[in-house]
């Protein structure tokens, strides 16, 4: 997965519940980005980072939160689980001297 | 803001066959054009890309074609595997690699 972590692997939240899915790089890429996929559908773009201490929305970032005080480190924070957050969550980096991608191997999140 | 659309959903074809998959895209300013392969249970994976400067690219079995003017864009697999069966995404951007996905198109390619 091209250097990219991701942490939990699988996680069942039940309503309400708050959580931290953890993105770690060891590749000293810019770039980093959280996308979330839905059961049948393409990845959508929550948030992404620039550089440490950067931060901007995607396409559907209401009701997460990320921080980047490290190159290395990209957490998305759920502050209170809906179920309408079950999902598949990637995390991707990207040098800014190329366009490519490298996504990790995603946390399967569920909530009840 | 960007919308693309992939089509078509799932595509069936003998070991062998060409597929061919199609993606539109509304944002005249995208310029950069990646396609990914997704396997069950694991995260994308760049298999092609394009810019906006070019009509064509080739690597091996795969190509893919950009017309600009029509603001479409296409996979090509030719001597297909079975290998080759996975889910793929095209995805557009124009800054900051905000990538905007397709779909996907789940394909079968039958021994």
């Known amino acids: 997965n091209a250097g990219v972590t991701q942490t939990p692997k699988f996680r069942i939240l039940k309503i309400g519940q708050s959580m931290t899915l953890q993105c770690a790089q060891d590749m000293n890429h810019n770039y980093m980005y959280w996308y979330r996929q839905d059961p049948g559908m393409g990845l959508k773009l929550i948030y992404y980072s620039v550089g440490a201490g950067i931060t901007d929305k995607g396409e559907v970032p209401n009701g997460y939160n990320v921080s980047r005080s490290t190159t290395e480190d990209f957490p998305l924070r759920l502050e209170l689980a809906a179920p309408s957050q079950t999902s598949v969550y990637f995390c991707a980096i990207r040098q800014g001297s190329s366009e490519t991608q490298y996504f990790g191997p995603g946390t399967r999140l569920l909530v009840l | 803001g960007e919308n693309v659309e992939q089509h078509p959903s799932t595509l069936s074809v003998q070991e062998g066959d060409s597929a061919v998959i199609k993606c539109t895209y509304s944002d005249s300013a995208s310029n950069y054009f990646p396609w990914y392969k997704q396997e069950l249970g694991k995260g994308p994976q760049l298999i092609i890309d394009?810019?906006?400067?070019?009509g064509e690219k080739k690597d091996q079995r795969i190509a893919v074609t950009l017309n600009k003017t029509a603001k479409h864009f296409s996979l090509h697999i030719t001597e297909t595997q079975p290998e080759d069966s996975a889910v793929y995404f095209c995805a557009a951007s124009r800054a900051e690699g905000k990538l905007i996905f397709g779909q996907g198109t789940t394909l079968q390619v039958k021994p």
């Open positions: 394009i810019r906006s400067n070019v």
